[in-house]
């Protein structure tokens, strides 16, 4: 096909399949000549790049024109539409469209019904970070196209620290080629846990510490974590993943479940050995704590994404959730009936 429409969060994952596109379609030597980006803020960004993708490639190799960031799947107006029915059923064979959009294609638009008619559709979304499954296979995917062995618990140590991020990983896992190329010392945990970058980790630790209703000590990893310019998302979103994973081994326990097997199932804990310790993690806590803490990270997410200040926010947010978790008192949440709801 002519057309390519990638999408999706995983912003280093669209930067390499559009490389190995830009790669596979144009002639290194004509590339100046048949390779064209348009950005958002350009008000008649699509009709130029219809236009232009009309137009047959010069000298050897194809032509590719990319527009960037567009949201022509989430709003097109009917002008850009009556254009993109006149243009995309005559694309030249040798030519070709490349649209990339951090957001889900919107299915009801005529645009979307359209184009899915002409393009390849293709998702590269982030690995949510409480699937450690995906995340594992992720960090064992990564190391075969480095040439790099790892054992099961290396693999586990690695998903763990880097989380969902994909250009971490690629980093990370340069770092690790090189050191076994200069070292006779084969991989291990330790090893990794001194050589890469552990943001995962030390959101998995702020986690453990609000649950114990430390806020002094909270604020003091919120800081390391924002010093080490991890993104406040990112953050909630591996909180979110935590607490939620907690939430379901105590509802489960609760229910009188004792099987690990059925507690990971319900949980998408990949690997029911982690039950035991999570049922550890969680004795001291109520499911209520558990429940109301989701209702604020989804504050937190939402006035993120608002563009509200990221780290007075989050900061915030960490307050109150230690004071769910504090031992003093007794634990009485407000709009208690509207949150369970």
Not at 113 to 124: G, M, N, S, T, V
Not at 249 to 278: C, D, H, T, W
Request: with cysteine; hydrophobic share 40%.
């Amino acid at each position: 096909m002519p057309i390519y429409i990638y999408w999706g969060e995983d912003d280093f994952a669209i930067e390499k399949a559009v490389t190995l596109l830009r790669d596979r379609i144009l002639d290194p030597l004509w590339t100046s000549f048949n390779y064209t980006t348009f950005l958002p803020d350009q008000g008649d960004s699509v009709i130029q790049a219809l236009n232009q993708v009309m137009t047959p490639s010069f000298g050897a190799g194809g032509r590719l024109v990319w527009l960037i960031n567009s949201n022509l799947c989430q709003n097109c107006p009917e002008n850009i539409f009556s254009e993109l029915k006149r243009t995309l059923p005559v694309i030249p064979e040798n030519s070709f469209l490349l649209v990339t959009s951090p957001h889900k294609p919107d299915e009801r638009l005529k645009s979307t019904k359209l184009l899915k008619q002409f393009a390849d559709f293709r998702e590269f979304s982030l690995i949510p970070p409480w699937k450690t499954e995906l995340l594992v296979q992720a960090v064992n995917q990564a190391a075969q196209d480095f040439g790099i062995k790892l054992t099961p618990q290396v693999a586990e140590t690695l998903a763990e620290s880097i989380g969902n991020d994909s250009r971490l990983l690629h980093t990370e896992m340069e770092k690790l080629r090189l050191y076994l190329a200069s070292s006779n010392i084969p991989l291990n945990s330790a090893i990794v846990t001194q050589l890469v970058r552990n943001t995962t980790h030390n959101t998995l630790q702020l986690a453990a510490t609000i649950k114990t209703g430390d806020s002094a000590k909270a604020l003091g990893i919120l800081a390391d974590l924002i010093g080490a310019a991890e993104p406040g998302l990112r953050i909630v979103a591996t909180l979110t993943g935590q607490f939620r994973t907690w939430l379901w081994v105590k509802m489960m326990m609760e229910s009188g479940e004792r099987n690990p097997q059925s507690i990971a199932q319900g949980a998408e804990v990949s690997n029911p050995k982690r039950i035991y310790f999570l049922q550890q993690e969680v004795k001291s806590l109520s499911v209520e704590q558990l429940v109301f803490s989701l209702p604020l990270l989804l504050e937190l997410e939402v006035s993120l994404k608002q563009g509200a200040s990221e780290i007075l926010t989050l900061q915030t947010k960490v307050i109150e959730l230690c004071q769910l978790y504090q031992k003093s008192g007794t634990f009485q949440p407000e709009n208690k009936s509207n949150l369970l709801t």
